[in-house]
C-alpha cells in the first residue's frame, strides 16, 4: 500500500517545494474544518452578542463625543467587534442553519450589520442624532428580525 497522492498535478512537475506547500495547505484546512465542524455553537452565540453589544456601545460613544484624537483607535476596535460579530454570525449559519443564506431575516440582518458597522466612521461627519436613530433603528430591527423571522 502506497501512501495516498493527493495532488497528483503537483508531483508531476512543479517539485517538491510547491507540494510541500499544498500539503501544508490541506493540513491547515483539514485542521480548521476540524475545529469547525466540533465548535460548540454557544461560542458562536456567545461571541455573536458580545460583539454585537459591544460594537454599538462604542459606536454610541463615538457619536456622543466624535473625537479626531482617538479615531484610529476606535475604527480599530469598532472594525474587530464587527468582524467577529459577522463571523460568528456565519458560524450559527452553519450550525443552526445548514448554510441557508437565501432567507429573508439573513439578508435584513446582513444589511443592518453592514449599517452598524459604517456608523462608527459616519458619527464624524453626521448628526448626533442620525447615529443615534441608525443604531436604535438598525438594531431593533435585527434582533426583530432574529426572534420573529417575518420571512
Ligand atoms: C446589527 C446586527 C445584528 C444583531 C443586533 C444581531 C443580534 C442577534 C441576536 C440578539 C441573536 C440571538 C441570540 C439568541 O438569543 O439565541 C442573534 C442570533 C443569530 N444571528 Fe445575529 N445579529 C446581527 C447580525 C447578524 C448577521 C450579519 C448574521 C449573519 C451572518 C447573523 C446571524 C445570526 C444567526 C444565524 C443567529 C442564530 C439564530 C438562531 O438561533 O437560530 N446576525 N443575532
Not at 508531476?12 to 495547505?25: F, K, P, Q, V
Not at 455553537?41 to 460583539?51: D, M, T
Not at 452553519?94 to 443564506?101: D, G, L, Y
Amino acid at each position: 500500500m502506497g501512501r495516498v497522492n493527493f495532488f497528483p498535478a503537483a508531483r508531476e512537475n512543479r517539485g517538491i517545494a510547491s507540494e510541500s506547500i499544498l500539503r501544508l495547505t490541506f493540513a491547515l484546512s483539514s485542521l480548521g474544518r476540524f475545529y469547525a465542524d466540533h465548535m460548540d455553537p454557544r461560542i458562536y452565540y456567545f461571541l455573536h452578542v458580545f460583539s454585537i453589544i459591544l460594537l454599538t456601545g462604542f459606536t454610541f460613544a463615538i457619536a456622543a463625543s466624535p473625537q479626531k484624537g482617538k479615531k484610529k483607535f476606535m475604527a480599530i476596535i469598532t472594525g474587530i467587534l464587527s468582524l467577529v460579530a459577522l463571523v460568528a454570525g456565519a458560524g450559527l449559519m452553519s450550525k443552526m442553519h445548514n448554510n441557508n443564506w437565501g432567507q429573508g431575516w439573513v439578508i435584513i440582518k446582513i444589511l443592518a450589520w453592514l449599517f452598524v458597522s459604517g456608523l462608527g466612521g459616519m458619527a464624524y461627519k453626521k448628526s448626533k442624532s442620525f447615529v443615534q436613530t441608525g443604531l436604535i433603528v438598525a438594531v431593533g430591527v435585527a434582533v426583530y428580525m432574529v426572534y420573529f423571522r417575518p420571512f
